[in-house]
């Protein structure tokens, strides 16, 4: 019990880390299995270093730890002109760091990889993607 006492921060880390999906109703938004397939980016309007800039600036905007706006993110996504160009941008974002439990570019400990498509989800609200498909409707990503 003394232990546990001098100890309460580690033992408290720990069990946020082992119960994160608990404690905060995180959700896997289900693309981190075939992370390594790229998508077809046949069609695209971008060049390959114009996608790895736009990846970069999403990253950019979605790395803090004050979540994503809606104002810094759509003159981004309007740069995307289809799906084929959101492709190519998904390729150069490849896999990153994210913690869903801090919402931010996280950790090893408390955060995996993601591709693009769940760090948009994850720092998005529904409302907010709702309003970046109406601004861009060309680019179906979360349409049913």
């Not at 003394?2 to 100890?7: P, R």
């Not at 959700?27 to 790229?38: A, I, P």
């Not at 069609?43 to 950019?60: H, K, M, P, R, V």
Request: no cysteine; hydrophobic share 40%.
């Amino acid at each position: 019990m003394q232990f546990l006492v001098k100890n309460i921060g580690v033992v408290l880390v720990v069990v946020v880390i082992l119960f994160r999906d608990t404690l905060f109703g995180t959700k896997n938004f289900g693309s981190r299995e075939d992370l390594e397939k790229e998508k077809p980016a046949y069609g695209a309007t971008i060049s390959d270093l114009q996608a790895e800039a736009i990846a970069e600036q999403l990253f950019n905007v979605m790395v803090s730890w004050f979540g994503s706006d809606y104002d810094e993110l759509l003159p981004i996504w309007k740069r995307i002109k289809n799906d084929a160009d959101y492709n190519k941008v998904y390729n150069a974002f490849k896999k990153r760091q994210y913690s869903v439990t801090w919402k931010n570019g996280g950790d090893p400990i408390t955060s995996d990889k993601y591709d693009l498509t769940s760090w948009l989800n994850y720092e998005t609200t529904e409302e907010t993607r709702a309003k970046l498909t109406s601004q861009n409707p060309s680019v179906t990503i979360w349409k049913k």
